[in-house]
């Protein structure tokens, strides 16, 4: 079984430009997480999708970020004007919904760099 | 004060050494525990959950304090490839079961 993938895995792009990462989660999960890791901080959360639907988006710093998951398969978060302090590693992550303790898979990560 | 607390290290032991993690977090109402594993460049993966009872998986021992609102790991007989970064990790309704990270703790085991 494919694990959670995650394109590209590293992005350089300069301030002030756009850029796409994008998720396909596991087959069957309806959760899907977006985190992100800056140097030196801990994993924080973006925002949460329940199939198609945003669940949870209070961790999404700004309106530069934006995410959708259409048809609640793959998603996509789109940096857009991209600034200097949006570096660092996106997570994406899945689970089953139906028990919300279970295990969380992540994928390996977009590390992004804004020059 | 953030929600998940872990002494970042580093942990230098030697092989077969027995090392403890801990962490603290903040939010009372908060539901289940786990511990991540990530290595350098690497993605978190789950180490194990945390239960109430304590639970076991080998060499890692891991258990929860709900009153004191404190979880630990245990790890016997240190190897080598347990050099990696533990991640503490806290989830429950009130975040809408997102995962709240701790920054994690280092460890390096050395021959």
């Known amino acids: 079984e494919a694990g959670v993938t995650q394109f590209p895995s590293h992005s350089v792009i300069e301030k002030g430009q756009t850029v796409t990462l994008r998720c396909d989660p596991i087959s069957g999960h309806d959760n899907l997480y977006w985190y992100r890791r800056v140097m030196g901080k801990e994993i924080k959360f973006l925002l949460h999708f329940v199939k198609e639907s945003k669940q949870d988006e209070s961790g999404m710093p700004n309106n530069r970020f934006l995410a959708e998951r259409t048809g609640g398969t793959y998603s996509t978060l789109k940096v857009q004007p991209a600034e200097l302090e949006d570096s660092g590693v996106y997570f994406c992550?899945?689970?089953?919904?139906?028990?919300?303790?279970?295990?969380?898979?992540f994928g390996q990560g977009t590390r992004l760099t804004v020059v | 004060r953030k929600e998940v607390e872990q002494d970042p290290g580093p942990f230098n032991v030697p092989e077969g050494a027995t090392v403890a993690f801990n962490c603290t977090y903040s939010n009372s109402a908060s539901q289940s525990f786990f511990w991540y594993r990530q290595d350098c460049r690497k993605e978190p993966k789950l180490l194990m959950s945390?239960?109430?009872s304590g639970n076991e998986d080998g060499r890692f021992t891991a258990q929860l304090n709900r009153a004191s609102q404190y979880i630990s790991l245990l790890i016997r007989d240190s190897k080598l490839s347990d050099s990696a970064t533990y991640l503490c990790v806290v989830t429950g309704w009130n975040s809408g079961y997102a995962l709240n990270f701790g920054k994690g703790t280092s460890l390096l085991v050395t021959p």
């Open positions: 945390v239960y109430s």
């Open positions: 992550a899945s689970s089953h919904l139906r028990d919300r303790s279970t295990e969380a898979f």
